[in-house]
């Protein structure tokens, strides 16, 4: 049982927009920044999002981050197949502790 | 360039001592504000965060495994170890060391190394 909330999966076809919630509470989300990782298949997870919505060089603009008090979502347009995955969010709490969403696998009908 | 890469025994008995070795390169393991993670993710299953060890020797691990986990480091080897005593099957899985930075983020990666624990 992950600390953060994530839905199992999402799915939308070529060119739309998708978005993934992660949920957590004050003592980790609430209080900390949020990371967002993508685990292409087979492959080591990679830093899409930190700092709830800043992105690293190369991550393209079709990524987005964003937190609301005890929530965070991830935002991704323009659609590519490119983009099947499994996303995790990711954050700290009080105790100097990391946390990890069950991971969500986007599907790109 | 910073990378990161894991090194350790693929196959271990239950009740073994499991010993994983995370070389970095592209950056000291001295730099303030920056230290080496370990997470791990079982087959098919999401990630868990372990342990991790910044600059100055700071240290915190995961509650639930806290009592099984040792993180140290050899800065000038640049190397991180993380000890797991008394494996067990469900500790079968991919171990992964990352980069990671004061404000929390986990970048990069390293590639992983499968670890099978069996009789």
């Known amino acids: 049982q992950s600390v953060l909330t994530q839905p199992p999966s999402v799915s939308a076809a070529p060119g739309q927009k998708v978005t993934i919630s992660c949920s957590g509470s004050?003592?980790?989300?609430?209080?900390?920044?949020v990371s967002w990782y993508q685990q292409l298949p087979g492959t080591a997870p990679k830093l899409l999002i930190y700092?709830?919505?800043k992105r690293p060089s190369g991550i393209p603009d079709r990524f987005s981050g964003s937190k609301s008090g005890t929530s965070a979502t991830l935002g991704i347009t323009g659609l590519q197949t490119g983009d099947e995955a499994d996303y995790y969010c990711?954050?700290?709490?009080?105790?100097?502790?990391?946390?990890f969403g069950g991971g969500t696998k986007l599907t790109v009908l | 360039q910073v990378t990161l890469k894991e090194s350790g025994p693929v196959l271990v008995k239950p009740t073994e001592t499991l010993t994983l070795t995370c070389t970095v390169s592209?950056?000291?393991?001295?730099?303030?504000?920056?230290?080496v993670s370990w997470i791990r993710q079982p087959p098919g299953k999401a990630l868990e965060w372990l342990a991790h060890?910044?600059?100055?020797?700071?240290?915190s691990y995961s509650t639930s495994l806290k009592s099984r986990l040792t993180i140290s480091k050899d800065t000038s080897k640049s190397q991180v170890v993380l000890t797991m005593t008394n494996m067990d099957p469900v500790d079968t899985a991919t171990y992964y060391c990352?980069?990671?930075?004061?404000?929390?983020?986990?970048?990069?990666w390293g590639q992983g190394t499968l670890v099978t624990v069996s009789s």
């Open positions: 700092d709830n919505n």
């Open positions: 990711g954050t700290w709490d009080s105790s100097l502790s990391a946390s």
């Open positions: 004050s003592s980790n989300i609430g209080n900390n920044y």
């Open positions: 592209g950056f000291s393991l001295s730099n303030a504000r920056m230290g």
């Open positions: 060890i910044f600059s100055n020797d700071e240290k």
């Open positions: 990352a980069r990671t930075h004061d404000e929390g983020r986990f970048d990069p």
